[in-house]
Nanobody
Framework: VQLQASGGGSVQAGGSLRLSCAAS????????TGWFRQAPGKEREFVAA????????YYADSVKGRFTISRDNAKNTVYLQMNSLKPEDTAVYYC?????????????????WGQGTLVTVSS
């Protein structure tokens, strides 16, 4: 499975962006998928995850109520809608997929990683 993240950019605080993670391989629809982010000088942290069916989702407390993860299995794509962005959301965002269908928080549970897309939020 190859993952391609896109949709990053520069936005002012309070603005919105939608990230996309496009995957190759028809079995992607069976994989749990997550978004992580890494700010300069910090470790990569969990942002959101979604099960293969889209029924179960999880969010980091820092983004709950502002970000929404979703997926379109017909398009082999997972999305991260980010609203009410804050300067502290500035980071490189990575999508990841795992060979099991459940959504999980732990970074080391994911088997495939995309290349990352940069989100910059200015105050």
């Amino acid at each position: 499975v190859q993952l391609q993240a896109s949709g990053g950019g520069s936005v002012q605080a309070g603005g919105s962006l939608r990230l996309s993670c496009a995957a190759s391989g028809r079995i992607f629809s069976m994989y749990g998928t997550g978004w992580f982010r890494q700010a300069p000088g910090k470790e990569r942290e969990f942002v959101a995850a979604i099960s293969f069916s889209g029924v179960n989702t999880y969010y980091a407390d820092s983004v709950k109520g502002r970000f929404t993860i979703s997926r379109d299995n017909a398009k082999n794509t997972v999305y991260l809608q980010m609203n009410s962005l804050k300067p502290e959301d500035t980071a490189v965002y990575y999508c990841a997929a795992r060979k099991y269908g459940s959504a999980v928080v732990a970074r080391d549970e994911y088997d495939y990683w995309g290349q990352g897309t940069l989100v910059t939020v200015s105050s």
